[in-house]
Every structure is written in structure tokens, then in C-alpha cells.
């Protein structure tokens, strides 16, 4: 390649029922549209009520497709009306820099690499941040947005703004569609397929988009997000069975654990202290995590917020294991999560949710027997 060299690109914005933030989203891509030398254009995939645009304007098409389920469904559909080299899925709730489309192509050029499949910047937060926020920063749930800029080769990334190779992306099928409805992990999916066939996926350290918090700002609203994330691991795990890795933390064996542990204390004192197991085991664990959480500079609230979401999610996987029909998929965990502080880059002041998992049924299996004995 030259210096002159401009890859072709196709921004792809997926929509639902977010006007407000679409509009900005849209403009900022404009932006870049009109900044960069090189061709591009972009399309909004749009599954409101209602078009988004009364005039497209130049270089943009609008595919208003009403009720069409899902973000993966409207990123394939986006993808399907690309003919550029390079396709770049924004999501609707973040704002890309105008000189974004530059730097992806100074990248492309850069490496020069036949291999090259996808290209994930830095994410960075902008907006207020409440309660709910601050109790997710900085933790493994939001550690893929800046995984970037500490790891050049990277497993999967944030789709807050990513771009992809067009003939490799459609190669392995694009986004996977079937996941559980509400289900969150097809963009690690996707990495993986990609990584599979061949493809090499690259982080840049710079930050090129911004994501509001606006959309992370409610207690309710992540906990249904972490949710989500709990019902996709089980569906990583159906699709990649051999990616992954057991976890001594997993849902299914702290219950059969706490189980056979009511069942000991009942046996030995009746019903009423053997349901005490489980209470105790949420107290102590709570109460450990929350302050491992406080040792990394959350507050007290924050760090009980926080440990709802983890909940959360652990529910959702246990849901999914078992709806599958697989609850071998709750003892373990698919291996990009598998080692978050790998990822995260905490220090040693971290407690591992799998060792305050099990100080915790430890401490209740114990405290329940001598209190059952005494």
C-alpha cells in the first residue's frame, strides 16, 4: 500500500426507538464523512415506529426496517447494503470524532497486514455519572471499552466503534442472530469467529469515541444489562465448548454446595436452622466483596450496587444453563471472562469474586454445623 492509499469505508448505525441520540450520533458520523479523503458513506439501520431522517441528505441512506429484532439483526442488515472495503458499526448511544474515519485508515495502511479482520479504539465515558455508573467503572464489566490501549492484539471489542474487513466480516456470516433474545455477547462471538478463520483483530490506544452515560446511568437498567451478559455466556458456551475454563465461583455448584449444606444442618437440627445456610452465605459474601470492592475506591453504596449487578449476572447464566438444557455451562466460564484481572489490569488488592465466593459458603457451612452442634 501507499501513503495515498484511502480505504473505502460504510458507517453502519443500528437504531431502536433512540431519536435524540441516534440524530447526534448520525451527525457526528457526518462529520467524520466529510473530514476524511477517502470514500465513505453511511447507513442508519432503523427499527423505530418512526424514519429517523426526512431527508437522508448526501452519502447517508436511511433502511427503516419497523420491529426488526435485535442489534445483530440490524448490524447484518447494514452490512448486507455495504459494497465499501472497510465496514465501521457505530452504536447510536455514542459520538465519534471527526477525525475517527482517518485514523482508522492510517491504521489500515500502517499495518498493512492481508490478515487484518477488525479494529477496536479506545471508548471513553462522557456525561454525568450517578450511583449506578461509578459502581460499574473501572471493573470487569467495563473493562472491553479500554482494553485497547493496553493490548495491541485484541480477542473481541466494544462495537461502540468498530471496523471490520467487509469480505472477511461477510465471509464468517457476520453477526450471529440467534442468540437469546436480550442476550448480550454476540460482539465476543464475532471476535471469535473471526479469530478462527484466520482474521487478526487489532486495538488502537487512541480514544475515538465517546459513549454517553446516559444510557449506563440507572441501578435497574445494568442490572438487566448484566443480566443479559449472564444469558449470553451460556450461549458462548453452546457455540465455542471448547473455549472455556471451570470457575470454583460458578451458580450451579455453590447451590448443590449450600444444598447438601441445609440438608447437614437440618439433619442435625431441624429445618429451621439448615434454611439459614444460604442467608448467611449471601451476608458473608456480600459483606466480603463489598469490601474488596471499597479497598479499589468504591464507596460503600457503589460497592453494594455493584454487587447487585454481579448478581445479576450470575442469575442470568444459571437461567440460560438451565433452559439449555446445559447446566454443565454453569460450573464454567468462556475463556475471554475468564481471567478478568488479566484483563482489568487491578492490582493485588483485588478479592476475586471466586475466593470470596468460597470464604463465603465456607464460613456458612461452618458457622450453620457448630451452631447445629452446639
Sequence with gaps: MTAEYHPSFCVVVATHQREALAAKCCRSVREAIDAYEGSA????????????????????????????PGAAAKRNRGLR???????????????????????????????DDDDLAGIYPVTEFAGSRTRAFRACEDTRFTSVFTLPARAESVPFGALTLAAFDREKLTAVGGFDSSFTAGAGGEDVDLGTRLREAGG??????????????????????????????GLGETDLQVRHGSKRVPRLDSPLALGAVLAAGSLAAGALSGPLLGAAVAPIYLLVHTLVAVSGSVLRGKTPAEALVYRLYGYAYGAGRLRRALAAGRPDAALY???PYAD???ITGRGTLVIRDEYSHLFAVG????????????
Design 200 to 229: 487478526r483483530l487489532v486495538g488502537v490506544s487512541d480514544p475515538l469515541v465517546r459513549h454517553t452515560t446516559a444510557t449506563w446511568n440507572s441501578v435497574t437498567g445494568n442490572a438487566r444489562r448484566f443480566y443479559a451478559y
Design 41 to 68: 458513506s453511511l447507513v442508519v439501520v432503523n427499527s423505530s415506529a418512526e424514519p429517523l431522517f426526512d431527508d437522508p441528505g448526501e452519502a447517508t441512506r436511511e433502511i427503516h426496517v419497523p420491529d426488526l
Design 81 to 111: 447494503a455495504a459494497s465499501a472495503e472497510w465496514v465501521v458499526f457505530v452504536d447510536d448511544d455514542c459520538v465519534i470524532d471527526a477525525e475517527s474515519l482517518s485514523v482508522l485508515a492510517g491504521e489500515i495502511r500502517r499495518r
Design 340 to 342: 478478568p484481572d488479566s
Design 363 to 374: 464460613v456458612a457451612l461452618v458457622g450453620t454445623l457448630l451452631l447445629a452442634v452446639a
Design 333 to 335: 466460564q468462556f475463556t
